[in-house]
């Protein structure tokens, strides 16, 4: 340990701490633009110039170690004398017209320029124009106001894991871009945004619509993938206008994926569901509460006496609440049999019954970073799990070895050890012979190097990822990757698809031996259906199959924020309240219960969805759906240890023989990022992403030209009797007889499985 | 010449007059590569080396003049692992010209240097970076290498020694900043040439993150000397703390301008008379003595000053390259510190606050005060915006566009003044 004084202030640190690190735990300020806790140091903006006893020059506090008996300054004469200086020079060539930029009013020039900037300017030259760059939906540019700290670009480089923005040029005709002036694609690319520091990068989609200090910041969770990042809502005028990260180290430390940020314009969309709705005699109209509830409940209870009580099923998005969940569940062990799933994007039940606990990341989110070798099995990670990638990458960085049994090789922004690409059928396999090269049998090829690969390193992990988990034999990559976990004492997980995939097992949103699972409940129509936030031809695994089911019945009852396909096979549409509008409890992928308060009140006649599952419960005539606060709900749902219902293993883990491969071409359809669910399939911005782009069927160079097409193409795709016409992709790091064909989509709800045979045909 | 001056080209021009000197054949002649046969026959322990170099006060030709001794003990001993050492010939400071001629005439003296140096600093591979706009240098370079490596100079086992070294030319695009150490590591890496912030110095994180030592060209063609004969009468060619022989640039109003390697502690007067005095016989008003980037000194206190590192210094100004600029009477200071404000403003890398805004800022002012639009508070301002650049960027760059300015304020002052009084120049 080292001790120094700082203005004054004596103070014993670590050997390696800077000047800066050193005056931010003591709680003193030093000014500074280009320095950032989770970017490497730049020292370019010299604002944190501060005086060192004996060093001739004033010193950069970011770059300088402290040395033992360093005596540091930081408000001496010298000191100031040159962070005014600098502070000078940065606002020569700024545009000095706060009022009329966005980031006025939370921007750090204007804020230190009030403590280190002049009345008056001596610059009387002309001022420096940069031109504007277009660099996409989510970012505005406004290049003049830059001021060279490079945070973009070095959040680029260290974070992101692309280099998307650079630095042309030299001195004054130096300018921050992209390159060759392309959009940025990176799905982390809007924490530039806070990054930096003045109002050259911006929020496009909240550019100018609010000042700062006219939001109300309200806590919140994010409501999209497993991470449960930590998020600031800001409203205004009781709507959601941004969404901010909230630090924490733990979980997003201080960044949100661009889809935690910017899906908030779902929030606004014009398809909210403002009042309920009924059909009566095929036609919709608006109704009040008590008349939708009523219908309701009448529906049901007809199907009840009519059909039976296993004859209604309940269908839920693994988005909702654990409060809502946890009703779901009370309400369908009350009038059904206990037919209620969330896992609707799943094919393969068969592991159920063996299952001991809620499938989890097996370890805390911090600790992915800290990894040593790592096996993915079916994952598109960055897609998936956009801030998990982000650990992952680190801890590449770091020296850890990635390994991936993958039906896509899409790019992780890291070096991977060894990743086996191969079709869906074959990951069954591969992941055998893994098995098989741990358990001492020679196995040559890329499986034996994953093998090797694993056997490297203290801590390790094999992780079961989004593909996996929809795939039809995801029953035995479950045993076999809890086999090979075991052969290498390495910690196996699941990276939760959903901001509550652990909270809806935990709160009882799965069927137990009586219920039907998601995949019965559609196999074997059921006549009435309650869906919970779920859109359910884009959520679930065999979109064909689930419309066939939803039109057949008798009574579908929606709960939804939106009003949406649900109009073709639903008979009662009851608005409840996204994430934003109601409290609730998402368990995130860790398995971290983190509860939130609504951020506005409910829009319209909108009602939180406890509440009117509550009401429903009532008008049931069950017991126990008396509670006045969706506390007392989490109290019920989520009683006890937490932890010890976290359990991946199963009772006993046996994977069927591996089978002969089926002919024909097989789809691989995973989800793109920004339809993974309902909020942000309707945010503005993201939708204009081009990874929101219209689904083609990618194929490889081989397989593409088997079926007699080339690439730009348009073909027929075909699962049942369902059919779409795409264009033709190529992608020749796709495995043989694949076709890449994203589901979630609206352009590809008409077809069957994810990851089941699909035909390609010429079109016309 | 009557009198022969003292060190004339005894050090790096030795066999400038000899037909096609730059041929190993003909350097091989005059005892090339006799230093390097030395220190392989004798296995000269590296520490024998350096201390040699230490006793010759041999002292950094690029422009900073570090002990070249000191700076080779900073390479760790008993790294594991790659060092490289580099040699910088990326010289863009207007009025220096002389590593482009040691190339040109004497390429294989600077090879030998590198080969020793390697030997002396455990590096098997050297580069040498070359400035973009001196294409014939790089050229005469690679063929010299070409010519090493033939006769087993260069490379894997050099002369039967169990010695491997080899040579990397590398030519550069022209940019100023890349002449800085670490701007021109970048630049060898293939990014932007940007200087890196200091600490880690080269010695500990250098070219791709390994130790490595940058010298400049004229200081590793010097090292073949020392070896062969000793560092003390390197340091007899020119006085205490300032050994050997200099090369000095001398360009401007000068009869003869051209390259001079004479002794380190040459009166001006006689390196003035040796380029043939000021042009025409016309009074020599001001020189600029090491490169446009150190204070202008005018010519009373110039004629006094004996060519060294520390009698330049003393006078307020550096040594630097030797790049020697002079100035006769019919120069207006305005317009010469115009010129110069503009390199700077052209060649800030941006990077840095200061440098960046700065350079621009001082560049406009002045270039008012030349047009006639100069105001009286503008003098002072410069003043302040040259101590503002000063001392807070992260290379030297911002110091050398700062520096002219101060130079030319504190003896000029009065031009100025007249300039922005009358609207025109007073010469």
Redesign the interface.
Known sequence: MLNIEIDGKQLTVEPGTTIIDAADAAGIYIPRFCYHKKLSVAANCRMCLVQVEKAPKPMPACATPVTDGMKVMTRSETALKAQKAVMEFLLINHPLDCPICDQGGECQLQDLAVGYGMGNSRYAEEKRVVLNKNIGPLISTDMTRCIHCTRCVRFGQEIAGIMEMGQIGRGEHSEITTFIESSIGSELSGNIIDLCPVGALTSKPFRYSARGWELTTRPSISPHDGLGANLAVETKNNSVFRVLPRDNEEINECWLSDKDRFAYEGLNSPERLQRPMVKRYGEWRECDWPEALEAVAGGLKRVRSENGDAQIGALASPHATVEELYLLHKLMHGIGNGNVDHRLRQSDFSADANLQGAPWLGMAIAEVEKLDSVLVVGSTLRADHPLLAHRLRQAVKRGAQLNLINPVDDDLLCDVANKAIVAPDAMVQTLDQVRRALAGESVAGMAGSIAASLRQGERKAVLLGNLAQHHPRYADLHAMAQQVAELLGAKFGFLGEAANSVGAYLAGAVPDEAGMNAAQMLEEPRRAYILLGTEAELDSYNPAKTLAALQSAQLVVALSPYKHHALDYAHVLLPVAPFSETSGTFVSTEGRAQSFSAAVKPLGETRPAWKVLRVLGNLMELPGFDYESSEQVRAEALHGDLSAKLNNRLKAPVAKPVGAAAGGLQRIGEVPIYHADSIVRRAAALQKTAAAGVPTAAMNGETLDRAGVVEGMDVIVCQGAGSVVLKAARDDRLPHDCVRVPAGHPATAMLGGMLDEIVVERAG | MANTPKGQNEVIFHSIHLPESWKLANYLAVGGYDALKKVLAEKMPPDEIISQLKISALRGRGGAGFPTGLKWSFMPRNYEGDKYLVCNSDEGEPGTFKDRDIILYNPHQLIEGMIIGGYTLGAKVGYNYIHGEIWEAYERFEEALDEARAAGLLGKNILGSGLDFDIHAHHGFG?Y?CGEETALLESIEGK?GQPR?K?PFPASFGLYGKPTTINNTETLASIPYIVRHGGQKFLDLGKPNNGGTKIFSVSGHVGKPGNYEVAMGTPFSELLAMAGGVRGGRKLKAVIPGGSSVPVLPAEIMMQLTMDYDSIAQAGSYLGAGSVIVMDDTVCMVRALERLSYFY?????????????????LY??IH?IEHGLGRPEDLD?LDSLAG?IS????CALGDAAAMPVQGMLKHFRHEFEHHIQHKKCMV
């Open positions: 940019a900043v932007k912030f600490p403003f052209e060649e800030s890398c941006g990077q840095c606050t200061p440098c960046r805004e700065g350079t621009g800022w406009r002012i008012r301002l503002n001392g807070r960027t992260i």
